[in-house]
């Protein structure tokens, strides 16, 4: 492994200190807690139903696509950031990021009880059969194999391809240095982001062009890319806010929630549960309501998570996820 792949090992001889010397980058928070928000408006309906499909979609045919692909991308940043973190912390850092893994599918077996279609299975497995092997492989070809299967599998329909691919492309982004720059600059988000618009104006023109009634109910890779493009777009766009009077804003809605976006993934299930069988809420048959729901349970989590992180370092179940995997207790109080 090549320097700028992994950092260079600086362990102690004792138990290995779970908390980072890297500080906060605080753009992706904002970015989670944003998500998180766009998943649960996608996802609400589908829950309360238990995975039926539901008439109409509260955010249209496209919901899903905004958080699945970012919070894939999330989540390859934020292992290889971990990476970085376990390599100058403990002999076998590898380790480290398969007890998270492991961690990770236990939450979510326990977590598929109660919601079907919840995502943190898939990113185990993912994880565990594509992001920790690509861990001995170079930057380059890191990045190149996400070249490789983020197209592949637009043709395919998207599923596990495309969280594999998104996770490597994260990978991708912190070996090559950009993740740790775009809290500081507005010039590269900018460019980028007017890039994407450009490719999404181009993938839609082609698209209407190829345009037939043989094809109008099919899931098409022409779609399926203006769709991730403008995922592109929405993720600049929010970035160069953040580098704007906006960003004390954006900051106090959002990075709360995505510091325990993990708590608050899971604890969203818990309430949309109590609120349609216990209350009885039609949230499952009303997209008014469903919607009434949804900002509801985001707003007790956003005051929960301002509250709690007064207090303590990182939300409850971060806290248990991070002590499964450096096997030893962190820290709580921020005191």
């Excluded at 998943?39 to 238990?50: D, E, G, P, R, W």
């Excluded at 194999?145 to 395919?156: D, Y």
């Excluded at 929405?234 to 580098?243: F, M």
């Excluded at 729901?293 to 939300?315: D, N």
Aim: aromatic letters at 8%.
């Amino acid at each position: 492994m090549q320097r700028e792949d992994l950092p260079p090992q600086s362990h102690p001889t004792g138990p290995a200190a779970p908390s980072s010397g890297r500080s906060r980058i605080i753009a992706l928070d904002v970015l989670r807690g944003l998500t998180l928000c766009e998943i649960l408006l996608a996802n609400i309906q589908l829950i309360a139903n238990h995975g039926t499909a539901v008439a109409t979609k509260p955010m249209g045919d496209w919901d899903p696509w905004l958080g699945l692909p970012t919070f894939s991308l999330l989540f390859g940043i934020g292992f290889s950031l971990l990476l970085g973190s376990a390599a100058n912390r403990v002999p076998r850092p590898r380790l480290v990021l398969l007890r998270r893994l492991v961690a990770m599918l236990a939450i979510g077996l326990v977590h598929m009880l109660l919601w079907p279609g919840e995502i943190l299975t898939k990113y185990a497995i993912v994880g565990v059969l594509v992001l920790l092997p690509s861990t001995w492989l170079p930057r380059w070809a890191v990045a190149g194999l996400a070249a490789a299967l983020i197209p592949v599998s637009l043709i395919n329909g998207g599923g596990p391809l495309l969280i594999a691919g998104l996770f490597l492309l994260g990978s991708a982004l912190v070996r090559y240095g950009v993740v740790e720059k775009i809290d500081r600059s507005i010039r590269g988000p900018l460019l980028l982001g007017l890039g994407f618009a450009a490719a999404v104006a181009c993938v839609l023109w082609v698209q209407a062009a190829m345009h037939t009634e043989a094809d109008t109910t099919q899931p098409s890779f022409t779609s399926g890319l203006a769709e991730l493009l403008f995922i592109g777009v929405y993720v600049c766009a929010l970035l160069v806010l953040l580098r704007t009077p906006l960003r004390p804003v954006l900051q106090a809605l959002f990075a709360p929630l995505g510091r325990m976006a993990l708590t608050n993934y899971l604890t969203a299930t818990l309430l949309v549960l109590a609120a349609s069988r216990l209350l009885g809420l039609p949230i499952g048959q009303s997209s008014q309501t469903a919607f009434l729901a949804a900002g509801a349970i985001l707003t007790a989590q956003w005051l929960l998570s301002t509250l709690w992180l007064r207090r303590y370092r990182q939300g409850p179940i971060e806290w248990l996820w991070r002590w499964a995997t450096w096997a030893h207790r962190p820290p709580l109080s921020v005191r």
